[in-house]
């Protein structure tokens, strides 16, 4: 089993240190680039600060195809400044830098990464200090191309798992799976719908019947009281399209930042810290 | 190109895994996975199940209209003064192309699978009006994505789909066109999985569908090789079809592909020329990972999907089919490209002398009989593939014609 490998404890000692905290953690997904490489990667310093335990660090791509409208045009904000998957590595270099102990999540599309070749790709990615992947379009009937080679070279491969995810097919999703489960609350794209959060909690204690892994829930969290819902019974809580939205309401005419963008995305950050935090979870031994 | 080992057969692609050598695959979200199993799975059963055949074959005759005629070419043929030239009369089809083929196919299966609500993309509009025609048939729910920039230079098949009852969603999201509007429709497939039917136009996406699609087109070539015997006799020598994700032309060739003699010519879009803005994926892509399989792609160098450019609707897309991009690399088919002046040509050449308007798609294949039919003798028998009619074209080809001409 390749459960367990070295890049993996930055991810195992942030979800530890939450249980000993008796809560759920913060995992915040900001675009990589949006609406520049510098503010954003002032964004991914000031998000610990804030409350996140977690940072997922999107990659740019054309064509989003499982995101919705908020991410689609962050995605076009980074790439009309000339982010690439080269500069996105730089900037988590830097950020890795200065923090050696948050847990950084590359999340995108699997072509950026085709091209610029696999093994170049882990190698530079691993030593820019990532310490997981998060890629939408290889289901693990595709492991060969992306997840095997990352679990090899030391990097955490963390799968989606969905409502249509049934308990057939969730011993395959779970297999190579590393770091932790992403269990995406809805069958629809980033930034729609509100989950029914009773039906994830349940979604969430099938998953947790069949992984040791903790399991975390995006898609569809937008405020602290949704996240405060979603920690009950989840490992973790995702959010991305809503710190999407609050940067896109400070930018001026023209898509670009302005005095107020940093705090607008740490503002909803704390409020959904604030949410994470007020839910008493059992600690953990 | 072809330094592979060559395979005994062409024809025995794609691998359990939706492979046709390195192309091809699964490259969907999870959420889409037990779908995309299903469909293969259902695909299986109705392919071995004779009813299902019996049933395409039904509507194939008295609503599609099949077969279509192999037509002699006579003043073309004399015209060019070389090649023997037949034309496979897909746009006599019902709904005007050869679309219908695969979407009488899909909506047979879906009926089968119980799913009462169909999605598709389109970009000239023929595979939006083919699936609105057969939802119309068979009572059942239809939504049709199409980029904005599409919507607008090909009103007429909006309107024909309008009427046809189904419900047409303008993209506005990227570049406004067939790309996009395939995104939205997997964005649709995935929000509404468990009653929806994603009945795609090409020989693209997630496998089983270019396998799928492919075999519902084969009707084409496989018309093509007895009608060809009882004119002449014997196979033709060269085949011609336009190519944007390649559904006429893999119809046409792969019945064809393991007769080594007949030799293949796959047309892609030029554009304003290979240099300059086109839609030509092998002659200047390479491969990457889209809408659900790799294959040969236009991008930069960051793996970012750049824009395609065709007159065309239909030939204005990024990518083309997997099995394509394979047969690409194995040298068995032969891709070559027309400008949009080309095809604009061979649209007037082909109206005058035969009294036929082609579609712009098959005006590119036109474009490259006109240029191959004079290097052949006169025995050499060539087959190109009509793939569509020209009306839907008309507002635009006006629009062209008379900048050129003040």
Redesign the interface.
Known sequence: MLKTQPMTQRIEARFQKCRQEGRAALVTYVMAGDPDPETSLEILRSLPGAGADIVEFGL???????D??AI?AAG?RA?KVGQ???KTLDLIHRFRAEDADTPVILMG????????GVDRFLSDAKKAGVDGLIV???????DDELCLPALKAGLAFI????????DR?LPA?LENTAGFVYY?SI???TG?ATPDFGKVATAVERIKRHTPLPVVVGFGVKSGAHAAAVAQGADGVVVGSALIDALKGTLDAEGRATAGTIEAVTGLVKELSEGVRSVAKRAAA | MSAQAQPNSYRTGPDERGHFGQFGGRFVAETLMPNILELEKAYEEARNDPSFHADMASYSTHYIGRPSPLYFAERMTDHLGGAKIYFKREELNHTGAHKVNNVLGQILLARRMGKKRIIAETGAGQHGVATATLCARFGLECIVYMGAVDVERQKPNVFRMNMLGAKVVPVQSGTRTLKDAMNEALRDWVTNVADTFYCIGTVAGPHPYPAMVRDFQCVIGTETREQMMQAEGRLPDSLVACIGGGSNAIGLFHPFLDDKDVEIYGVEAAGHGLDQLHAASLSGGRPGVLHGNRTYLLMNHDGQITDAHSISAGLDYPGIGPEHAWLHEMGRVKYISATDQEALDAFQLCSRLEGILPALEPAHALAKVIELAPQKPKDHLMVVNISGRGDKDLFQIAEHLQEKIV
């Open positions: 740019p791509f054309t064509d989003p195809m499982a919705g409208p689609q076009l790439l690439d998957l080269a599309y699997f072509n950026p990464i085709y091209v610029y939408v379009d290889l289901p693990p009937e595709e799968r989606l798992a969905t409502p249509t995810t049934d097919r999703v995406v069958t629809g794209i729609a």
